[in-house]
């Protein structure tokens, strides 16, 4: 790290705390738009439910599309937690630091807001609770374990448990901070939920160890969430979806939606809460040459998908490659996604000037995420809706209805609240981190120069 | 003996150097050093001030929450399956290839919360008692906590003062402030 | 904890007197064991011509020299990407495995000409199921062309990272070919500048093609001789356990030059600690990679995938599979996951030499069962034949690959320095020991 500023305590927890614990008047304002669409959103599910699901523009043999693209869509993003936390805790990258709660806070947002997809999905999903909790009461009848449909909550359960438990863990030492700050009824819910944390030898080598066990943990879990939901499509005998390579395929453009949107959201919050001391452009040029790996490696999945459905040169398979990249309206969706999933922003990143421009890193990484929407919609739709072996299957192009637009954007909105309120109430850059880095920091003389320098322990 | 305010008082640092010389002389005056605490409000290198180990049994509980995880998930699996013999896609009715997902995330999960409840556990948290404490740590600011300084509070507090601190909190002090 | 340097302090000119003495000398005992070597090669290559006399049919013969060259292109092909790897993470732990690693690239001198005799075995191409679909000249000429490429840019990295040491050695006056081997390098800031940078897009380009590399061997000597079988993931498995066997490799090479080489101040604690999480998660990802290909196959209960499932899994080559899974993948986590084996040296080395022999059965089973069902295009098998098993010039052609590889490497050190001097001294200038109020804590400078 090059722009290493001296940053003491207090100053630390002034820029940090501000927003917690004071309240500017573009919050309310924010909130308010926020929660309006939202609302909206909610509105529209509730029309869902009375009129049921022909306000959607769903038909046979298109059951799947936009709801479960999103629903996909917010899972891969809530794999930029654990990649940018918890690998990069485990490998002692020091760029870690500022990014770790917010790409954790994404995680769990983004993971609670697509669990509610699926449920959305079912049009009653009252009716669903049997298949979410495994109890014997609603048909009479056990969830089928043999169904990938089953797997899927157990696996988004316990990774929003795991993040979940994960930020409120890294957050102890920061409550504590956050308790001796203020006074009132904060201090009082600060105190309650900081359990007593005072900052003991004992307390921060636990929290040092758990750190890398808690990441240790969840990494295995957040190979197989997307895993899992990748094999919702898999296990299914549908050309286009029975392939092996769907699930490595899913996490890596997982990580690669994830690790984008942090970026993205990294630019956001260095804009509005004014932490040009915390983000530095070092830190967006080791998110860019991150995404230069992740980016490739999708990209050869992806070949390895695109190739190998071919590769049999079975006819299903063909007509339905031949309707993703050459019948409209597919072709000009395959040609946005990988245009912006990966030829317009790799060669931005393939530059340190670039990297290190944060406007440049916004508009990228909002590229990919738009070309990651458009990946998941080109992977779920046109598979259901080639022409199948009996005519009365064929239907004319699937069109999304206004209804599933208006829960999408809602859905954004939904995320976006969350991580606002969260950093309402709660520091979104780790304080103790920030400060660990400043004890941690050292420097080396080699001749004339002095090369900036880390304790490793 | 458990660590009660009466018992216990704080000395106040700016330096970690500081902070070295006051365990060293805390225990040349008889304190135990198991007794004797260091806070901050970031963490230091393992051993920094000359401090005791810590040794936990947090290892433990991943193992033991993994253990009953895998056996709800295998009771979960096994169990409806067995209830509800019903043959879909050619599967055996005890499939494992499937059921291998719901134990495995049953597993991780369990070893997750238990993992965490060990962290709050061996953190020796909630610690919401009355102990000398000071805001200013969180300033950056260092602590050298004597829990059990019972009868040898004059003794304590010249060590710390002689180290250089800057202020001595006590039960009393440490309310008030509250 | 381990630090980032030699277990005892050594100083920048020790190392250099020390590693540069060693070239051109031959230790004890090495002389026995370097003829024994060249004994077991020559043998290998008379059993291989013996093959390529006796014809292409029947196709099954085949397979064990298959899975001969599948074991060296995954078990020391991939090894300069453990050495890329280190460099790119600036990981100072993996200084010590870097040349170690890289010498690994003369086995592009095996694997070439090996896997070219391979190809013209292959039976009818026209119309089969291909990566190539029915281009001009593939697989043969095609495939020839990316195994020269990918034995040459290894080559190529290891003398470009092995050049100032050449200068090193010039210099020092030791007896050899440096002085044409450096080809005029003197250590001026452009030649480093150009030398970093070189390694870095060599390297880059390097572990770009290693995939596609392990698709063509893969799928050409593998997947596309087996009627049915299509699996998307089988090339990036074959990718990833090649890599886990290229660190097995490394790791072995280290633990060897360390015990034999009398390289103990060079060769510490940290390396292996460091390289055996790479090793952990690499056996992970062995089983996930295994994993994606069982799950949707098992699921699918297509004829084509329950003949794919009993040829490579469940049929004729059941214990393959249970030897390699377990060596591969559950004897490696269960051992790596508890840290008094982690953090040592004999428990890293120990488990590289399970995953060594996993990643060798492993092959066997992939290419000795691929090969036994070769035959002509759209051929329909009901059953999978029964196990072949290998003859006298199998047995020869699996030990002689092998062996000429190390004779190779042991060649090579006579003129190439076992831990790369010049890394190593950089690593020097870039940590310390220092100390911190009552403790002592290691200090890694990390430059632009």
Redesign the interface.
């Known amino acids: 790290?090059?722009e290493r500023r001296d940053l003491?305590?207090?100053k630390v927890?002034d820029d940090l705390l501000r927003f917690s614990l004071r309240t500017p008047l573009w919050f309310w304002f924010a909130a308010a738009g926020l929660g309006l669409v939202v609302a909206i959103g909610v509105y529209n599910f509730g029309l869902m439910v009375t009129y049921g699901l022909q306000v959607l523009g769903l038909t046979y043999p298109v059951y799947w599309a936009v709801l479960i693209t999103n629903f996909v869509f917010w899972v891969g993003i809530s794999h930029a937690g654990v990649m940018i936390s918890a690998i990069l805790r485990?490998?002692q990258a020091?760029w870690r630091r500022p990014v770790t709660r917010a790409a954790e806070v994404l995680t769990v947002f983004a993971l609670a807001t697509a669990a509610l997809f699926p449920l959305i999905h079912t049009g009653r999903p009252w009716r669903a609770i049997y298949w979410v909790f495994?109890y014997?009461f609603a048909r009479g009848?056990?969830?089928?374990?043999?169904?990938?449909l089953?797997?899927d909550p157990?696996?988004i359960?316990?990774y929003l448990?795991?993040s979940s438990?994960f930020v409120?863990?890294a957050l102890?030492?920061d409550l504590?901070?956050a308790r001796?700050?203020s006074t009132g009824w904060r201090r009082r819910l600060y105190?309650?939920l900081a359990?007593?944390?005072?900052?003991?030898?004992?307390?921060?080598?636990?929290?040092?160890?758990?750190g890398i066990?808690?990441s240790a943990?969840?990494l295995?879990?957040f190979?197989?969430v997307h895993?899992?939901v990748s094999?919702d499509f898999?296990?299914a005998?549908v050309p286009g979806w029975?392939?092996?390579?769907?699930?490595?395929y899913f996490v890596i453009g997982a990580v690669h939606s994830g690790v984008s949107a942090v970026a993205t959201l990294m630019a956001v919050l260095r804009r509005i809460f004014r932490l040009e001391d915390y983000i530095t452009p070092d830190h967006f040029d080791a998110l860019g040459r991150l995404l230069v790996v992740v980016s490739?490696t999708w990209l050869?999945?992806f070949l390895?998908?695109f190739?190998?459905?071919?590769?049999?040169?079975e006819p299903a398979e063909l007509a339905m490659w031949e309707l993703r990249v050459f019948t409209w309206p597919y072709n000009l969706l395959f040609a946005i996604f990988l245009l912006t999933g990966y030829i317009i922003p790799v060669p931005f990143w393939l530059f340190r000037r670039c990297r290190r421009n944060v406007a440049v890193m916004f508009w990228t990484s909002l590229l990919v995420n738009v070309g990651m929407w458009l990946e998941r919609y080109i992977l779920i739709v046109p598979p259901l809706s080639y022409k199948h072996m009996f005519p009365f299957t064929w239907m004319t192009v699937y069109e999304p209805r206004p209804a599933e637009y208006l829960l999408v954007i809602a859905s954004f909105a939904l995320v976006s609240l969350g991580i606002l309120l969260f950093s309402k109430i709660f520091p979104i850059i780790p304080?103790?981190d920030i400060?660990?880095g400043?004890?941690?920091k050292?420097e080396?003389q080699?001749g004339r120069v002095k090369?900036?320098?880390?304790?490793?322990? | 003996m458990a660590t009660t305010a009466s018992n216990a008082l704080l000395g106040l640092f700016r330096d970690p150097d500081a902070v070295a010389q006051a365990l060293d002389a805390l225990r040349a005056a008889g304190f135990a050093g198991h007794t004797l605490?260091?806070?901050?409000?970031?963490?230091?290198?393992?051993g920094a001030?000359g401090?005791e180990p810590?040794r936990?049994r947090?290892?433990v509980f991943?193992f033991i929450g993994a253990l009953c995880g895998f056996s709800v998930g295998l009771l979960?699996?096994v169990?409806?399956?067995l209830?509800?013999p019903?043959v879909?896609?050619g599967?055996p009715i005890i499939?494992i290839p499937?059921?291998l997902?719901?134990m495995?995330?049953?597993t991780?999960?369990g070893?997750?919360?238990f993992?965490?409840l060990g962290?709050?556990f061996?953190?020796?948290?909630?610690?919401?008692?009355p102990?000398p404490?000071d805001?200013r740590?969180?300033?950056?600011y260092l602590?050298v906590?004597v829990t059990q300084a019972e009868g040898r509070v004059a003794e304590a507090e010249r060590a710390l003062r002689e180290a250089g601190a800057i202020d001595i909190i006590t039960r009393d002090r440490a309310h008030a402030k509250r | 904890?381990a630090r980032?340097h030699p277990t005892a302090p050594i100083t920048a000119e020790e190392a250099t007197h020390d590693l540069l003495r060693r070239l051109g000398q031959v230790r004890a005992g090495t002389g026995g064991v370097v003829l024994v070597l060249a004994v077991l090669a020559v043998a290998g290559l008379v059993a291989l011509v013996a093959l390529i006399a006796s014809g292409p049919e029947p196709r099954a013969k085949w397979g064990y020299a298959a899975a001969t060259l599948g074991f060296l292109v995954s078990a020391a092909q991939g090894a300069p990407i453990v050495a890329f790897a280190t460099r790119l993470?600036k990981g100072f732990w993996g200084i010590p495995l870097r040349r170690a690693a890289e010498l690994f690239a003369v086995s592009g001198i095996v694997t070439t000409p090996l896997y070219i005799v391979l190809l013209f075995q292959l039976p009818d191409w026209r119309g089969r199921?291909?990566?190539w679909?029915d281009w001009p000249g593939a697989p043969l000429l095609w495939d020839s062309i990316a195994i020269v490429m990918f034995s040459l840019a290894g080559l190529a990295l290891l003398y470009l990272s092995s050049r100032p040491d050449f200068a090193a050695a010039r210099d020092a006056g030791i007896r050899g070919p440096f002085q044409r081997l450096a080809l005029g390098w003197i250590g001026t800031v452009r030649q480093w500048q150009v030398l970093s940078g070189g390694i870095v897009v060599l390297g880059g380009l390097y572990l770009?093609f290693y995939?596609y590399m392990h698709?063509f061997l893969a799928v050409d000597l593998g997947m596309s001789l087996v009627p049915g079988w299509?699996?998307?993931?089988?090339?990036?498995y074959h990718g990833v356990s090649g890599l886990q066997a290229s660190l097995a490799s490394t790791l072995l090479a280290a633990a060897a030059l360390r015990h034999f080489g009398g390289l103990q101040r060079y060769i510490g604690l940290a390396p292996f600690w460091g390289a055996a999480?790479i090793l952990l998660a690499l056996s992970?990802l062995f089983f996930?990679?295994t994993?994606?290909?069982f799950?949707?196959?098992w699921?699918?209960r297509?004829p084509e995938e329950i003949f794919v499932l009993e040829l490579l899994f469940f049929g004729p080559y059941l214990w393959l599979f249970i030897l390699s899974f377990s060596l591969n993948f559950i004897l490696p986590f269960l051992l790596l996951i508890w840290n008094p084996i982690r953090v040592s040296i004999k428990g890293p080395t120990f488990v590289a030499a399970l995953v060594l022999i996993g990643n060798f059965i492993d092959r066997l089973r992939i290419y000795v069962a691929s090969w036994s069902v070769a035959g002509p295009v759209g051929q329909h098998l009901e059953h999978a034949p029964p196990t072949h098993y290998p003859g006298l010039p199998d047995l020869l052609i699996l030990v002689g690959g092998p062996a000429a590889v190390v004779l190779l490497y042991l060649l090579a050190l006579r003129f190439i320095p076992p831990i790369s001097l010049w890394e190593f001294k950089n690593g020097l200038?870039?940590t310390?020991e220092?100390p911190?109020v009552k403790t002592e804590?290691?200090?890694?400078?990390?430059?632009?």
């Open positions: 790290m090059q003491p305590p207090p927890n485990l490998t020091e495994p014997d009848i056990w969830p089928d374990v043999r169904s990938a089953i797997w157990s696996a359960f316990t448990t795991g438990m409120y863990v102890l030492p504590a901070v001796d700050r105190g309650l359990l007593g944390f005072h900052g003991t030898a004992r307390q921060w080598r636990l929290q040092t160890i758990a066990l808690l943990l969840i295995p879990v190979v197989s895993s899992i094999f898999a296990m005998i029975h392939s092996t390579v769907f699930a490595p490739t050869f999945f390895m998908d190739y190998f459905g071919i590769y049999s040169r304080l103790f400060k660990e400043q004890v941690l050292q080396v080699i090369v900036p320098a880390v304790i490793r322990e | 605490k260091v806070l901050s409000d970031a963490p230091y290198p393992e001030f401090e810590e936990h947090l290892y991943p979960l699996t169990g409806t399956q209830a509800y019903i879909t896609g599967k499939s499937p059921m997902h719901v495995y995330e049953g991780m999960l070893a997750l919360l993992t965490v962290i709050i061996e953190s020796r948290l909630p610690d919401l008692g102990v404490y805001p740590i969180s300033e950056g602590g906590l | 904890m980032h993470a199921p291909s990566v679909f770009m995939p698709m299509k699996s998307a993931v089988f090339a990036p999480k992970l996930y990679f994993w994606s290909e799950m949707p196959t699921y699918g297509t200038l870039l310390r220092r911190y804590v290691a200090v890694v400078a990390k430059p632009r």
